[in-house]
C-alpha cells in the first residue's frame, strides 16, 4: 500500500519496493493499492472517501491479518 499527493500515488515505488523485499526473503502478499491525491482522498474520520478504495484497503488488511494468524499458528 502507498500514498502520495501525485497521480500515480507511489506505484513506481511499490514495483521497486516489493522487488526488494522479496529478494531478502521478507514475505510480501501479492495484493496492493496505491492512494492517489492522498493529501485530498481522505474523509475527516480517516476513511477514504472512495468506497471502492475503501473497500479495498478493508479486503486488503484482512487478508493481511488472515496471513499473520497463519503464521503464528
Known sequence: MSASPGALGGLR?????RSILGNIQVLVLPDQIAIVKAHEAFASDGTL???DQQA???RITQKLVATISKLKG
Open 13 to 17: 515505488g511499490l514495483v521497486h519496493l
Open 49 to 51: 472517501k472512495d468506497p
Open 56 to 58: 479495498t484497503v478493508q
